[in-house]
């Protein structure tokens, strides 16, 4: 019913900067909150940023100062602006949104994934 698709990620050299989007489609009257996982390899998937329909925004410190993340409520639309990136940003990427798509409550829904490797 709802799909999140993510886009953007690649290989980049430490120091280098990478540009994600997560684009909401399907049966959307609105959504509340929206953020951006990372899972590595051997690690559970911790939260990266989160951002709520106000714009109000909370980071990881790992990565505060570091990355920016926004939103296009009119497009439904999330970003991450990842700069300065270091190989311990090396993960699968999750954009995650809590929906209200006409029913009495709201839900959860994950992307699939995007990958980031910060390598030389």
């Known amino acids: 019913q709802v799909r999140l698709k993510e886009s953007g990620g690649g290989l980049v050299q430490p120091g280098g900067s990478l540009s994600l989007s997560c684009a909401a489609s399907?049966?959307?009257?609105?959504?509340?909150?929206m953020g951006w996982y990372r899972q590595a390899p051997g690690k559970e998937r911790e939260l990266v940023a989160v951002?709520?329909?106000?714009?109000?925004?909370n980071y990881a410190d790992s990565v505060k100062g570091r990355f920016t993340i926004s939103r296009d409520n009119a497009k439904n639309t999330l970003y991450l602006q990842m700069n300065s990136l270091k190989p311990e940003d090396t993960a699968l990427y999750y954009c995650?949104?809590?929906?209200?798509?006409?029913?009495?409550?709201?839900?959860?829904?994950w992307g699939q994934g995007t990958q980031v490797t910060v390598s030389s």
């Open positions: 995650n949104a809590d929906v209200e798509g006409g029913t009495a409550y709201v839900m959860e829904y």
């Open positions: 399907g049966s959307i009257l609105s959504i509340s909150a």
């Open positions: 951002i709520t329909s106000g714009g109000n925004t």
